[in-house]
């Protein structure tokens, strides 16, 4: 296989995970976005956490909530869990990484809010401590994953939301999420400012 193959067998990889994941996530995204704006339009706030290219994502989502999208509207109250590296650092050193998401989520999380988990496995131990974190406190959690949904998907309860990519290939998993964000970002503009 050329170079020129590879590639284009890439963007037709990715095409074709998409196009599965329209059926699969259409309907969750939904579902996860009527959450999100339930909390913020309630004073609460999103926190997203992920690990490698999840904590990107993290990230890049909670800028995109408190910066804006794509259109002007105020502030929303979002924060990454994967950006305090004293926090971050602090919590690794004197307990275990395992708790790196988990001990904000006691700290910051209130009744309401609403945690972002990502892993495309489903089985980050330390955003599984985060999800458990987050059922202690009355927080929502909307599972972003892929693989069939690791063990995430079966610590979830009947209020959170299982956005779960139809692929096992990370490379993909992780395409479908940043699109699957951007649907977030734009469902969560729509409700909140379109309709206001």
């Keep these: 296989m050329s170079l020129s193959e590879r590639i ?5 990889a990715s095409i074709e995970v998409k196009q599965k994941s329209v059926t699969a996530m259409a309907a969750p995204i939904e579902a996860a976005i009527h959450v999100m704006v339930t909390s913020l339009k309630n004073d ?12 990107a994502d993290a990230q890049h989502f909670a800028a995109e909530l408190l910066n804006r999208f794509e259109i002007e509207r105020p502030p929303l109250a979002a924060v990454a869990l994967t950006t305090d ?5 602090s919590i690794a050193n004197d307990y275990r990484y395992e708790e790196i998401f988990s001990k904000q989520v006691l700290g910051l999380g209130r009744k309401g809010d609403v945690l972002l988990a990502i892993s495309t496995s489903g089985n980050s131990p330390n955003v599984i401590e985060a999800i458990h974190a987050a059922h202690q406190r009355g927080v929502h959690v909307v599972a972003l994953t892929g693989k069939n949904g690791g063990k995430i998907a079966g610590l979830l309860k009947e209020n959170d939301v299982h956005l779960c990519v139809p692929s096992d290939r990370t490379a993909r998993i992780q395409e479908v999420h940043l ?17 206001n």
């Design 179 to 195: 699109v699957t964000l951007h649907c977030l970002c734009d469902g969560i503009d729509h409700l909140i400012v379109e309709r």
């Design 85 to 89: 590296s004293s926090t971050l650092t």
């Design 8 to 12: 284009q067998h890439q963007f037709a």
């Design 44 to 55: 609460g706030k999103i926190m997203a956490c992920g690990n490698g290219g999840s904590a």
